[in-house]
């Protein structure tokens, strides 16, 4: 249907929408040992996400995806549902 990675529903600002993943790229950690990484990013690992906030029949909705004023939130469900 779409070329998303993960679409699933949501609330932004309380209104219901979806999230749609566009891209998901994880890097684990590099090492247990702190002292063998370059940095903290080598240490804990990341992940790069790429989202678009959809309206609720999954069509892009920019005017909500403006009330989106942290985004913590919605990259730390992302990363739930794709690791689980």
């Known amino acids: ?37 370059h940095s903290d990013l080598e240490y804990y690992g990341y992940s790069e996400v790429d989202y678009v906030v959809l309206d609720r029949r999954g069509r892009p909705a920019e005017w909500l995806q403006k009330k989106v004023i942290d985004d913590g939130d ?7 549902r794709i690791r689980s």
């Not at 609330?11 to 002292?35: E, H, K, M």
């Open 74 to 80: 919605i990259i730390e469900e992302i990363n739930e």
């Open 1 to 37: 249907m779409s070329d998303f990675v993960l679409q699933f529903d949501y609330r932004v600002a309380g209104i219901p929408c979806q999230i749609g993943v566009l891209n998901y790229d994880y890097t684990p950690p590099v090492s247990l040992d702190p002292r063998q990484c």
